[in-house]
C-alpha cells in the first residue's frame, strides 16, 4: 500500500477524486454571495482543483487562484473557463501584490493546512497587506470544541463512491493522533478495480475561536463577522460545526 505524506496534492488519481468527494458547493454560494456580482479583484488561496476560482471568472470577477500543488493547478487549469483565471503555483508570498485584491479567500477548510502559530500569523498578515483598504478575507475552519475529528474512524467514516476514470473507490478517514491544536489522519483509498489501496498521510490544525480571533485582529483586520454555518447562522462556540470568518482590513 503506497503511503504518501499528503499524497492527496500529488498522486493524480487521488487529484481526479477530489471534486467527486467534495461534490458540495454550499460553501462556494456562501461566499460567492458575499462577494456579490460587481466585479472584483479576488485571490483564491489554496485553489485546489480550481472550481471556486473558476466559477467567479465566470461571474466577471478578475480571479488569481494559487496552490502548492502543481498538480492541482495543472488540472485547474484545463477546466472549461479556467483561461480567465491566471494560475499560480506557489503559496501568498508566490503571488504579486499589485494591484491589491479586493477579497481574498481561501475554501475547503485549507486554512487547518497552515499549522504554526508563526504560518498562522504570517498567513493573516501578508493576506493583510495584499487588500485594499475595506477589502476581506474569507476563510473556514472547523470548530475543535465539537471535536469532529472523533468521527474521522473506518466505522464512523466510510463511503463509497462511482469513478468515471477508476470505478468504484471505497474511502475513509483513520485519526492517528491529537497533540495540542494538531490532528494527525490518514485518508484510505481502495480502488476496486486493480485492488489498488492509497493512503494520504495529512496534519490539520484545529485553533479555537479566541485563539482565531486574537491572531486576525494582531495581523491588523478592524472588524470580524463570524458564522458557524453554510447556512449563515452565527457561529456558537458550543454547538457550531465551523468558525467562518469575514474579515474586513
Known amino acids: 500500500m503506497p503511503d504518501v505524506e499528503n499524497a492527496l496534492y500529488a498522486d493524480a488519481r487521488l487529484v481526479d477524486l477530489y471534486d467527486l468527494l467534495n461534490s458540495g458547493d454550499w460553501d462556494h454560494r456562501f461566499y460567492a454571495e458575499r462577494i456579490?456580482?460587481?466585479?472584483?479583484?479576488?485571490?483564491?488561496?489554496?485553489?485546489?482543483?480550481?472550481?471556486?476560482?473558476?466559477?467567479?471568472?465566470?461571474a466577471g470577477h478578475r480571479v488569481v487562484a494559487v496552490d502548492p500543488s502543481e498538480m492541482m493547478v495543472s488540472y485547474a487549469s484545463r477546466r472549461p473557463n479556467a483561461a480567465a483565471v491566471q494560475w499560480i503555483v506557489g503559496d501568498a508570498r508566490s503571488v504579486p501584490h499589485s494591484?491589491?485584491?479586493?477579497?481574498?479567500?481561501?475554501?475547503?477548510?485549507?486554512?487547518?493546512?497552515?499549522?504554526?502559530?508563526?504560518?498562522?500569523?504570517?498567513?493573516?498578515?501578508?493576506?493583510?497587506e495584499m487588500l485594499v483598504p475595506g477589502g476581506f478575507f474569507m476563510f473556514e475552519s472547523r470548530n475543535p470544541v465539537v471535536r469532529p475529528w472523533e468521527s474521522w474512524t473506518p466505522a464512523l467514516s466510510a463511503r463509497s463512491v462511482q469513478s468515471e476514470q477508476h470505478g468504484p473507490v471505497s474511502v475513509f478517514h483513520h485519526r492517528i493522533s491529537v497533540t495540542g491544536l494538531l490532528v494527525e489522519l490518514e485518508t484510505h483509498y481502495v480502488f476496486e478495480h486493480g485492488i489498488t489501496h492509497l493512503i494520504?498521510?495529512?496534519?490539520?490544525?484545529?485553533?479555537?475561536?479566541?485563539?482565531?480571533?486574537?491572531?486576525?485582529?494582531?495581523?491588523?483586520?478592524?472588524?470580524?463577522?463570524?458564522?458557524?454555518?453554510?447556512?449563515?447562522?452565527?457561529?456558537?462556540e458550543a454547538t457550531s460545526s465551523e468558525i467562518i470568518a469575514i474579515c474586513r482590513a
Open 99 to 128: 494591484p491589491p485584491f479586493d477579497v481574498v479567500t481561501m475554501t475547503g477548510h485549507a486554512f487547518q493546512c497552515v499549522l504554526s502559530d508563526y504560518e498562522v500569523a504570517e498567513t493573516l498578515r501578508t493576506v493583510h
Open 36 to 58: 456579490g456580482n460587481q466585479p472584483r479583484q479576488v485571490l483564491d488561496l489554496g485553489c485546489g482543483t480550481g472550481t471556486f476560482a473558476v466559477r467567479l471568472a465566470s
Open 200 to 236: 494520504n498521510k495529512s496534519r490539520l490544525r484545529f485553533t479555537p475561536h479566541e485563539d482565531l480571533a486574537d491572531a486576525i485582529a494582531t495581523a491588523g483586520f478592524r472588524e470580524i463577522e463570524w458564522f458557524g454555518d453554510w447556512d449563515g447562522r452565527p457561529f456558537q
